[in-house]
């Protein structure tokens, strides 16, 4: 899996891949300090087939996990690097992400923290609609939190 793109003028020779060994350690550095709950090392390695990797030169900077069954997928994991949010790379991973599937995926489904406006802007954002709700779905310092289940119906003009 590759691609490139000028989507940030200050991050050059963009490209995604598909996950490799090599790349678990800053993957979950970065996990680390994006979530709330961290997935373990030995959780991407186990979703490895599933996963790609955002990176610049020889960094990492963001990475999917994505699986499909049937004409499903489902987004489990999508972040970028604190350091370099709020520059399109979420966008263009997301839409990379889209592009790639199988043609007989049909719906791309994942769940997000309700509080979790920056994402939900960005699915939102790439016409991902509200399907669902799962009450005190994820754990919190404070207690718990309700997840939205979201859908985006895959067409032909969301496909590379
Ligand atoms: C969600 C995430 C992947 C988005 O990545 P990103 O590189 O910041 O995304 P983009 O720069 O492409 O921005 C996407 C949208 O979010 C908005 N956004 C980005 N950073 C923001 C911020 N700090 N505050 C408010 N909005 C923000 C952008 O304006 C953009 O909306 P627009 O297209 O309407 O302008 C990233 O914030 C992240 O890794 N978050 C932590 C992990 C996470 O929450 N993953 C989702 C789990 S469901």
Known sequence: MSDFCHTSDLIDNLSIRGLQVDDLDAVVSIETLTSVHPWSLAQFHQSIDQSAVLVSELQVLGYTVISTAADEAEIHNIAVAPEFQGRGLGSFLLDHSIGTLPAE????????RVSNFTAIR?????????V??????????????????MRLDIGPKDRF
């Open 105 to 112: 995926i049909l719906k791309l489904y994942l769940e997000v």
């Open 132 to 149: 669902g709700e799962r009450r005190d779905y994820y754990r919190t310092e404070y207690g718990c939190e309700d997840a939205l289940v």
């Open 122 to 130: 960005l699915y939102t954002s790439r016409r991902f609609q509200k």
